[in-house]
């Protein structure tokens, strides 16, 4: 039974591009969270996929998007990136039906660098 | 809005001693409380919830939380710590919006057990 897989693990980037970071999902969960992981702090929350649509954002511009598909694989995208965006980005998945109660499960992460 | 405090940025253990990492929480209704760890580069891996019931919580590879209302308090504890218990450790709580929940993470404390 595969966990959360995203890809890719590592990668570079320049100020003002833009970056598409994929996530796939626990098998048998159907919600998907996005969160950022500055350097020394603890993860914050991007936004939430579930049937394909954004239920819950956090505090980050609107440069940060994503998406989720049928098959419940989601893509965060951040555009006109800055220096601040450098950080491990976590995927996380989850079944709605336990979504309150039940652990989020995590992908190893993507770790951006923007130079 | 809720909120973790993980008011320790580093705890110091020798191996073979007991350990305890500190978080308060501040939550409006039932505190649902998760503990997690992170490896070196690694995604966050569950280790133990707080949901109802026993206020002691036992969890993955020996370690446990006791849950206290009175002092809104959800520390982390092992009886024996282990050199390979060194990690980064993460509080968080369940936070409730509109109907749907994501999780709020406190920043984190570095365990470093000592040989």
């Known amino acids: 039974d595969a966990g959360v897989t995203q890809s890719p693990t590592h990668l570079i980037k320049t100020r003002g591009q833009q970056v598409t970071l994929r996530c796939s999902p626990k098998s048998g969960h159907d919600t998907v969270s996005w969160y950022q992981q500055a350097l020394g702090q603890g993860p914050q929350f991007i936004f939430q996929?579930?049937?394909?649509?954004?239920?819950q954002r956090g505090n980050f511009p609107d440069r940060f998007s994503g998406h989720q598909f049928p098959n419940y694989s989601s893509e965060l995208n951040v555009n006109a990136l800055l220096l601040g965006d450098s950080a491990l980005y976590l995927c996380?998945?989850?079944?709605?039906?336990?979504?309150?109660?039940?652990?989020?499960?995590f992908g190893e992460g993507s770790r951006l660098t923007v130079l | 809005a809720q909120s973790v405090a993980q008011p320790e940025d580093q705890v110091n253990v020798a191996e073979g001693n007991p350990l305890t990492v500190k978080c308060t929480y501040s939550?409006?209704?039932?505190?649902?409380l998760f503990w997690y760890v992170q490896y070196p580069n690694r995604g966050l891996q569950f280790l133990l919830k707080?949901?109802?019931?026993?206020?002691l919580v036992k969890g993955s590879y020996g370690f446990e939380a006791e849950f206290n209302k009175s002092q809104t308090s959800f520390h982390l504890k092992k009886p024996s710590a282990l050199v390979s218990d060194s990690a980064l450790y993460f509080c968080?709580?369940?936070?409730?919006?509109?109907?749907?929940?994501?999780?709020?993470f406190g920043k984190g404390t570095m365990l470093l057990v000592s040989p």
């Open positions: 968080a709580v369940r936070a409730i919006y509109s109907g749907y929940s994501t999780l709020t």
């Open positions: 707080y949901i109802t019931g026993d206020n």
């Open positions: 939550v409006s209704g039932n505190p649902y």
């Open positions: 996929y579930y049937e394909e649509e954004e239920r």
């Open positions: 996380a998945s989850s079944l709605t039906g336990t979504s309150v109660t039940g652990e989020l499960f």
